[in-house]
């Protein structure tokens, strides 16, 4: 038996997507906004944001940068998450790059692979809510498919395996 975390399983399955999108050709899909999402950041957040330009712009953000009204005008959000959505990720990202700006530790690969997978987590279904059979069976074909894809990217499992050994074991037939 193997019980699945829908939210966990398509994080990755997301996050797999997304950065084969990016490494065919250097950027996610966005969507364009018919009106200009304003998101409201810090000084030390609207540096970030001019400095990983190339990097926000390659997970699917196009914005204008407004110093005097401390603020981002999204024009052009990742197609992956959902409109509520893109304000939060954009000020949680270029809080994230504020923080982490001057670490020399955080190599340009791995701040890239992090904005994925916060894209990723966005963008996947939801735990607790109810999905139809077809979403779901969807997500356990892919699943099944990526045998060698055990996490979601931020290391949880994405499935948990009950063999016949285990339950046996757990209804004290063996020990």
Known sequence: LLLIDK???HERILFEELLSRQ??????????????????LSDEELAAAEEYRAELEGVGFAF????????????????????????ELFARMTAELAEGAGNPAVTEEKRRE??????????????GR????????????????????????HGRPIAIRLTK???DREFNRIM
């Open 23 to 40: 490494k065919q050709d250097g950027r996610v899909g966005s969507q364009c906004l018919m009106l200009p999402l304003r998101v409201l």
């Open 130 to 153: 109810q999905y139809g059979e077809a979403q779901i069976a969807w997500l356990v074909a892919r699943v099944m498919a990526m045998p060698d894809v055990t996490v979601c990217p």
């Open 7 to 9: 939210h966990a399983a």
């Open 64 to 87: 204008a940068l407004d110093h005097a009204a401390h603020a981002a005008s999204l024009s052009e959000v990742p197609d992956a998450i959902a409109m509520p959505d893109a304000e």
């Open 114 to 127: 992090r904005t994925l997978y916060q894209v990723a987590c966005k963008a996947a279904i939801k735990g």
């Open 165 to 167: 050994h285990y339950l």
